[in-house]
């Protein structure tokens, strides 16, 4: 073998030729790119007829691309310390291969040629030889290729602090800046007001979250319904708020606790939006469920929201597909830093829970079905 052959596969090890992106670097560098597009609307939205509308689209944006992004960061971290921990696994032979390739680079031409036991064991010794280069090439260039995925990696994660940084404070400007737009809009649209007292008794009488809906659902509204039918809806609906789902229906919590509806864990401050049009059937605190919006988006349905920090909207509105909602609570992160490898999705970046209720004909059902949810 000749030297130069020996020395470029040592050098295989540390300097592979080139390097492949992997899917998470490119799903990394997608998101980044939506948050720099986010960016620019979040400016052309002052301009917009439609301030209200654009800002919360905007909003929504920022929150998905922050989402992706920390999700590719995650899955980086992942693949880094499953790259690292093959490599330390095959520590003992990676020794080996590199000490041969030394012993290959150290051992001179002429002393190649000459066996003890004469020129045919020579000959047989070049044959092994001339074998085993392909395969130790081969073998070298493969831990070039983890190495250098590995330096990638790294350097993606490391890169990422003031793109999180900068996309969390435009999501957050891109809030302020809604709230301020839905302030000075006109009024929604609104149905006629069913007996305001027999509201209030409704909700002085009510111990649970199922007797409230029980009531709602016996005063039923004034007037035609402005929204178009639910039904043909189902298994199309957006989740109004961009997360994971923690619980599903009916799942036992760690007290033993199983609730009719989804528990999602979302952002602090995360946006919430109408799924489909409806009219508001309430807006306010309920029991320990913190602020709750009740949607009635048809006859016979109640979607119910608990958990919101802030609401943007009033009993007997009537809101459209995709209308904000209100914000849920919680202090939206100051600082950024890339999720590590142990951290999984509905961690620290979603901190906050909105549970969701969807009834049909006065019984809870499951929501799933109606909504298009990611399976993880």
């Known amino acids: 073998?000749?030297?130069?052959?020996?020395?470029?596969?040592?050098?295989?090890?540390v300097l592979p030729a080139a390097a492949q992106d992997t899917q998470t670097l490119l799903a990394a560098r997608r998101a980044a790119q939506a948050l720099t597009r986010a960016a620019v609307a979040l400016e052309e939205a002052e301009a917009a007829?439609?301030?209200?509308g654009a800002l919360t689209q905007t909003v929504r944006a920022y929150e998905q691309g922050l989402a992706a992004l920390r999700e590719g960061l995650r899955q980086a971290a992942v693949r880094e310390a499953a790259l690292r921990g093959a490599l330390e696994a095959r520590r003992g032979e990676i020794a080996r291969l590199t000490g041969a390739l030394a012993m290959i680079e150290r051992t001179r031409e002429p002393g190649l040629l000459l066996h003890p036991e004469g020129p045919l064991q020579a000959a047989r010794a070049g044959l092994l030889l001339s074998g085993m280069a392909p395969a130790l090439r081969a073998e070298a260039e493969a831990l070039g290729a983890q190495l250098e995925e590995i330096a990638l990696l790294r350097s993606l994660q490391e890169g990422s602090a003031a793109t999180l940084a900068e996309g969390l404070a435009g999501a957050q400007e891109?809030?302020?800046?809604l709230a301020q737009a839905i302030a000075e809009r006109a009024p929604l649209p609104r149905r006629p007001a069913?007996?305001?007292?027999?509201?209030?008794?409704?909700?002085a009488g009510a111990d649970t979250l199922e007797s409230f809906a029980a009531g709602l659902m016996a005063v039923p509204l004034a007037g035609a319904d402005p929204v178009p039918p639910f039904a043909s809806a189902r298994g199309t609906l957006p989740l109004p708020v961009e997360a994971t789902v923690l619980r599903r229906f009916r799942s036992p919590d760690a007290a033993g606790v199983a609730r009719p509806g989804l528990v999602l864990a979302a952002a602090p401050q995360a946006l919430v939006t109408a799924p489909a049009a409806a009219?508001?059937?309430?807006?306010g605190p309920l029991l320990?469920?913190?602020n709750v919006i009740v949607l009635e988006p048809g006859a016979g349905y109640l979607l119910i929201l608990a958990g919101l920090g802030q609401m943007f909207v009033a009993e007997n509105e009537v809101v459209t597909a995709g209308d904000a909602l209100g914000l849920m609570g919680g202090r939206a992160a100051e600082a950024a830093s890339p999720p590590g490898a142990g951290e999984q999705r509905g961690g620290e970046d979603r901190s906050e829970t909105l549970y969701m209720e969807l009834r049909e004909g006065g019984?809870?059902?499951d929501p799933e079905p109606w909504f298009a949810l990611e399976r993880g």
Not at 194 to 203: R, S, T, V
Request: net charge negative.
């Open 49 to 52: 007829e439609d301030r209200v």
């Open 279 to 283: 009219t508001v059937r309430y807006a």
């Open 363 to 365: 019984a809870p059902v």
């Open 174 to 177: 891109a809030r302020v800046r």
């Open 288 to 290: 320990d469920y913190g």
């Open 194 to 203: 069913e007996d305001p007292e027999a509201l209030a008794a409704i909700l």
């Open 1 to 13: 073998m000749r030297p130069a052959l020996a020395a470029g596969l040592a050098a295989a090890l």
